[in-house]
């Protein structure tokens, strides 16, 4: 791997770990989708929300609508205390019910246990609140409330909140004593100490639509795009939609909130951007070009809370990169980071601010460049992975797990999975396809299944899908009744 980054915040995946080892000795499988509880689905929700400050959602803010809860976001900064609001937010996105009562206050989610489940529980679960307030203080000044997201067997459990760490706060993990009680920290002389859960009554009805729905963009052979949605919750595929372009040669996609950002190369060379609200149901009315720059062959773009890291190889060969902050609108500038003859591209970014960039050289080696956003710094090119020969690469991240994925000369799909926080790779695996020629995949937050989309042969779409809960990978399939394709790229939104 490159020079190691800094390490921010992490978020615990013993399940995710314990899967990765497990995969690389595991061959093609069919399993049925792995069935998510209210529980899981909350914990990951909060998790896909890491490193986010009081503006991520988009911008949005967090907070719960229909309840006494104001946006965390005022004019493209933090509003106020915002650690209920982060709370009721996951808990939205989830279905909970009976969520009026909620306000800008962490004991608001006492009230909620009060009214629901009969007050707090002395008993975490995962998907729970958490809340802390000091037992020798009155007053509410130094309260908390964060996410259940792991009860462990040695009595300890971990959270992720809103608002925690040096100021400004962010979207942090933490663990400790999971014991009401227990002293967990001390702010001016007080110590804070851990009240109980407030666990969340789930009507899955009105969970959100597009959390575990692919958004899937297929770049057809006369130059178009088209994109579908995948509803793995339901089982389900949409129909394609035209979006609108003409003369396309690469595309790629991230999200930013409830929004999709779309970024292809025109017949031009230049990188063009289209975006759609899932959570309003609009697009943007055409495609504009975000930030002028070199002409281009290829792009990657990846998000970390409201910024985009869009990544291009230049038509010299050479890797460009611009972040865009979404809440103020501004880009940075297009900036080299070297490589020669550079031909494909993908980038991950992971739970510790760290975006991940790989990409395959005139020889067909595989190489890794890491640009550490926390400490401000970007390390050199070296081979990715331990090494690898390929015609195409993907890489999609789950906290601070990155699953990568590339073509091998024989055309088959190689797997491999990157643990930086272990500082380590699992060795590739060959997970079969025959044939291939085009990659893309995205991971979603809500499950832990890698979806992996590939062009074959035929230049017909497939896909395979990687169950991290259970270690198992299903068989190739055509997604969306299937099309004839030359490029792709999918996304999942929040």
């Keep these: 791997m490159p020079v190691r980054p800094t390490k921010l915040a992490r978020l615990a995946l013993a399940t995710a770990l314990t899967a990765s080892a497990a995969m690389a000795a595991v061959t093609a499988a069919t399993t049925a989708a792995h069935a998510t509880t209210p529980g899981e689905a909350i914990a990951n929700t909060a998790a896909g929300q890491l490193g986010n400050a009081a503006c991520g959602n988009g911008g949005a803010g967090y907070y719960a609508s229909g309840t006494g809860q104001s946006s965390s976001c005022s004019g493209g900064s933090e509003a106020h205390a915002w650690c209920a609001d982060f709370a009721g937010w996951v808990w939205a996105q989830n279905g909970v019910k009976n969520l009026g009562v909620l306000n800008n206050l962490a004991n608001s989610f006492a009230t909620y246990a009060n009214k629901n489940t009969g007050g707090l529980s002395s008993t975490p679960h995962v998907g729970d609140a958490v809340f802390f307030h000091p037992n020798a203080f009155s007053g509410s000044t130094y309260d908390h409330v964060a996410i259940v997201t792991a009860v462990n067997a040695n009595g300890t459990i971990e959270w992720i909140g809103g608002n925690q760490g040096a100021s400004p706060g962010h979207v942090t993990h933490n663990s400790g004593s999971g014991q009401v009680g227990s002293g967990m920290w001390t702010v001016n002389g007080y110590t804070v100490n851990l009240q109980g859960y407030a666990s969340p009554t789930v009507d899955a009805t009105t969970t959100s639509p597009w959390i575990n729905t692919a958004h899937l963009v297929d770049l057809t052979p006369d130059g178009g795009l088209h994109n579908a949605e995948g509803n793995y919750s339901a089982g389900s595929w949409s129909n394609w939609s035209d979006m609108g372009a003409a003369g396309i040669k690469e595309v790629t996609s991230t999200s930013t909130g409830s929004t999709l950002r779309v970024f292809a190369i025109g017949s031009d060379n230049r990188i063009y951007e289209k975006d759609g609200n899932y959570a309003t149901g609009q697009w943007s009315s055409g495609w504009f070009q975000p930030e002028a720059g070199p002409t281009m062959v290829a792009v990657s773009a990846s998000s970390f809370g409201n910024t985009v890291h869009l990544t291009a190889i230049g038509t010299d060969g050479q890797l460009y990169n611009s972040d865009g902050n979404y809440p103020s609108g501004g880009w940075n500038g297009w900036t080299a980071h070297g490589g020669t003859n550079l031909k494909h591209l993908a980038s991950a970014s992971t739970a510790n601010n760290v975006n991940h960039v790989f990409a395959v050289d005139g020889n067909n080696q595989l190489l890794e460049i890491d640009a550490d956003y926390a400490a401000?710094?970007?390390?050199?090119?070296?081979?990715?992975?331990?090494?690898?020969?390929?015609?195409?690469?993907?890489?999609?991240?789950?906290?601070?797990?990155?699953?990568?994925?590339?073509?091998?000369?024989?055309?088959?799909?190689?797997?491999?999975?990157?643990?930086?926080?272990?500082?380590?790779?699992?060795?590739?695996?060959?997970?079969?396809?025959?044939?291939?020629?085009?990659?893309?995949?995205?991971?979603?937050?809500?499950?832990?299944?890698?979806?992996?989309?590939?062009?074959?042969?035929?230049?017909?779409?497939?896909?395979?899908?990687?169950?991290?809960?259970?270690?198992?990978?299903?068989?190739?399939?055509?997604?969306?009744?299937?099309?004839?394709?030359?490029?792709?790229?999918?996304?999942?939104?929040?």
């Design 376 to 494: 401000g710094s970007w390390g050199s090119w070296s081979p990715a992975a331990n090494g690898f020969t390929g015609k195409d690469v993907t890489a999609a991240a789950f906290g601070n797990i990155v699953h990568l994925d590339a073509i091998g000369m024989d055309g088959n799909l190689y797997n491999t999975e990157g643990n930086y926080d272990a500082w380590s790779w699992n060795g590739w695996s060959n997970m079969g396809g025959g044939g291939l020629k085009r990659l893309t995949s995205a991971t979603s937050s809500v499950t832990n299944v890698n979806h992996i989309f590939a062009i074959n042969s035929a230049n017909r779409l497939t896909e395979i899908d990687a169950d991290y809960n259970t270690g198992r990978w299903n068989t190739w399939a055509e997604p969306a009744g299937g099309a004839d394709s030359i490029g792709l790229t999918a996304a999942f939104t929040s």
